[in-house]
């Protein structure tokens, strides 16, 4: 049997979590001298009145390698597939390799660098867990990714630049900073890392929509199978808005609506929206 894991940056819902029995390692979040495991004890909401009062950005890390060899059964016969988030954000791959080593499982354990992040993972996740529900092998599922990995689009576009200029995960971002303008970039995920690509005005009514209808000859060409809506606490309306849009394309079997984690929220902020798919 091969299971499919993935690390909570991939902001799958629980419903699809429960949908394709993937199993959830989940990354920390640390307020001051407290920690907390993302998905777990924490929400968006917590971190940002911390963040704000303290007026920095809550510090992320990865699971430890004794936490990851915790969801290994040495004894068993299983083959694991495990997605990180992009190996440049994070430790996460690479404590993960070291606890396949250090259990001797290197033969049936297959760590993916997703070179991504949020829904950009889950992409590659839920596809992973279909072609093993399919009968695919742990090696096969790692090299079908391999197909498809640069082929994912992940985007979104902030309200706010404070939580990415505070994280400093963004190469580039100083270079947008300016609130009086009012400005909303793009960030896109581009070989593992973010850079921002084009910069919006206006309401968030506006910003968003316009993001996601210069998308649109993209998203008419994408894998049909689905699409996501990954947004940290956006207003129902504009969410809404999004979808309909969506659906009027006559392009997707599905449309995925979830919503970021702790660990994303604290890099993004509240108020981002990103549509994320893979291209054909």
């Known amino acids: 049997m091969v299971k499919i894991l993935a690390d909570s940056t991939c902001d799958l819902s629980p419903s699809l979590i429960s949908r394709y029995d993937i199993g959830i390692?989940?990354?920390?979040?640390h307020l001051g001298?407290?920690?907390?495991?993302?998905?777990?004890?924490?929400?968006?909401s917590d971190l940002y009145k911390w963040s704000d009062e303290h007026n920095e950005t809550p510090r992320t890390s990865a699971p430890g390698i004794e936490d990851l060899e915790s969801y290994l059964d040495k004894d068993g016969t299983d083959e694991y597939v495990i997605f990180t988030i992009s190996s440049s954000m994070s430790s996460c791959y690479n404590n993960c390799v070291l606890a396949a080593q250090d259990l001797e499982m290197t033969d049936r354990v297959y760590v993916i660098d997703s070179e991504n992040l949020s829904t950009g993972i889950g992409l590659q996740v839920i596809r992973a867990a279909e072609l093993a529900a399919g009968g695919m092998t742990g090696a096969e599922i790692a090299a079908e990714n391999g197909k498809i990995r640069k082929k994912v689009r992940a985007s979104f576009v902030v309200d706010t630049l404070t939580y990415l200029h505070r994280g400093g995960r963004c190469s580039g971002v100083s270079a947008f900073l300016g609130s009086a303008l009012r400005l909303h970039p793009r960030?896109?995920?581009v070989d593992g890392a973010m850079y921002p690509e084009k910069k919006y005005r206006g309401k968030s009514?506006?910003?968003?929509?316009?993001?996601?209808?210069?998308?649109?000859?993209?998203?008419?060409?994408?894998?049909?199978?689905?699409?996501?809506?990954?947004?940290?606490?956006?207003?129902?309306?504009?969410?809404?808005?999004v979808r309909e849009y969506l659906e009027s394309l006559g392009r997707f079997d599905e449309i995925l609506e979830t919503t970021a984690g702790a660990v994303i929220s604290s890099?993004?902020?509240?108020?981002?929206?990103?549509?994320?798919f893979i291209a054909q």
Request: proline share 4%; glycine share 8%; with cysteine.
């Open 187 to 189: 960030i896109a995920v």
């Open 267 to 276: 890099h993004c902020g509240p108020g981002t929206l990103g549509v994320l």
């Open 205 to 241: 009514a506006r910003f968003i929509m316009d993001y996601v209808t210069d998308m649109e000859e993209d998203l008419k060409a994408a894998v049909s199978d689905r699409v996501f809506i990954t947004h940290s606490g956006c207003d129902r309306k504009i969410v809404d808005a």
């Open 33 to 44: 001298d407290k920690e907390y495991k993302d998905g777990v004890d924490i929400q968006p």
């Open 25 to 29: 390692i989940p990354l920390y979040v």
